[in-house]
């Protein structure tokens, strides 16, 4: 058995699932009104939730296949044999209290799209801390939902106990998830990205896996992106057959926005959450289509694209909100992650925003769109162009300060 110890350094706020706590505050505010009740969502990190998210971007990777189950259950296990590598945690993270951009001195500065919309930042994070006015005549009451996070900076060991070869595996894959992704609530927008403080390299015929963080020049970053993926190619083979079940690595792209570093990671997500804000609040109105009475069978909607569900409140009450909820082969709900991740990278000692955009059929989703005062129920289709548009869009986008997208695109070649 050979062991490798694993230091990570938490770049964005980082958010997991926990426990939730109810709490009455006394004399506490949200905005103009006072708190009543407050749920605070605990953040718990734990070896399972890391090993979820493994498994996750192992099946990105692989791809769809009669034989994943089978490959996957061979290097994670599954409730009839055990994981080839145990994992085990170390770290003394203390959470704190989200807060809205405003209370922070650097993000309060930072722009809005326009009239009526968010600040980039709490665009992004929006679920982070939601505050749920109660009735007219308790104008100047409310309850507030808070999620725990921990804090940029702070650090963790993960040990890996196995064979080199299986260890090595789980390092790839550790990768990937850190390399476009992250880990817990929002880790599609920005939130809960990791470094990895002392990159294991690894030899595979004579090849460098490379886990290099803080990347000298964009030509640097393009090369170690392009020679890992040739790597990956040759240790987990694609098996993708036909159309995408499931989001995956082949045939997708990645963007990185070449012209616009940032100083830091909080103006880096704002701009992010601009760019993506515009491109939401710009699309072709769909909202007047699920205010219409009845709904229409098949609309033709493009907000599913970016993960479901997605719940529609309308400022005027004669329109019952409505729910758009993806549905699995039981009739059951289950949420649709969205094949678009953007994340950070550090290139020079500056932040840009890398877009990973995966490949994913849209056409075998069960989506619908439910107006559940009256129990209306139709059917939902996704418009399978607007991943271009959004693509489109990002390289066109121009910021307040003059700062410009100039997406480069990166083949993600073999995979």
């Known amino acids: 058995m050979v062991k490798k110890s694993i230091k990570f350094e938490i770049q964005t706020p980082l958010m997991m699932g926990g426990f939730d706590e109810l709490t009455k505050p006394k004399n506490e505010r949200e905005g103009n009104r006072l708190i009543i009740e407050k749920i605070n969502r605990h953040t718990n990190l734990n070896v399972n939730s890391i090993k979820g998210s493994m498994r996750w971007w192992f099946r990105a990777l692989h791809g769809w296949s009669s034989n994943l189950q089978k490959y996957e259950s061979g290097l994670f296990g599954n409730t009839d044999k055990a994981a080839p590598v145990k994992m085990s945690l170390q770290s003394n993270l203390k959470s704190s209290e989200w807060k809205k951009a405003k209370e922070d001195k650097e993000l309060k500065n930072y722009g809005q799209c326009g009239k009526g919309h968010y600040n980039g930042y709490d665009y992004l994070s929006y679920t982070n801390r939601v505050r749920q006015a109660l009735g007219p005549k308790e104008r100047n009451e409310c309850k507030v939902t808070v999620r725990k996070f921990y804090k940029p900076g702070d650090e963790f060991n993960l040990n890996l106990f196995g064979k080199q070869e299986d260890l090595e595996k789980y ?10 992704g992250g880990l817990g609530n929002r880790s599609r927008r920005c939130f809960g990205n990791l470094l990895i403080k002392t990159p294991p390299p ?23 992106i392009v020679n890992n993926f040739l790597i990956l190619n040759q240790v987990f083979p694609n098996s993708n057959s036909g159309k995408n079940k499931i989001s995956t690595l082949k045939d997708g792209d990645l963007l990185l926005s070449e012209k616009c570093p940032r100083s830091g990671w909080k103006e880096a997500i704002n701009f992010a959450g601009v760019a993506m804000q515009k ?48 549905f699995d082969e039981k009739n059951e709900q289950a949420r649709f992650a969205s094949p678009i991740i953007a994340s950070l990278v550090i290139i020079n000692d500056n932040f840009h925003v890398q877009y990973l955009i ?46 410009v997208y100039k997406y480069e695109p990166i083949s993600l070649i073999g995979v």
Request: glycine content about 4%.
């Open 358 to 403: 995966m490949s994913r059929d849209f056409s075998n989703l069960n989506v619908k769109a439910q107006r559940k005062k009256t129990g209306e129920e139709v059917k939902i289709n996704i418009d399978t162009k607007v991943v271009g548009e959004f693509i489109t869009h990002l390289r066109k986008f121009s910021f307040k300060d003059g700062s």
């Open 171 to 180: 390092l790839m894959v550790l990768w990937l998830l850190i390399q476009f």
């Open 202 to 224: 690894i030899d595979v015929n004579g090849k460098t896996f490379s886990f290099q963080n803080n990347f000298k020049c964009v030509s640097d970053y393009k090369e170690i």
């Open 279 to 326: 491109f939401r609040a710009y699309t072709p109105p769909e909202i007047n289509r699920l205010k219409e009475k009845p709904l229409k069978q098949n609309l033709i909607l493009k907000r599913p694209a970016f993960g479901l569900p997605i719940n529609f409140k309308f400022s005027d009450r004669k329109y019952p909100s409505v729910i758009l909820n993806q």
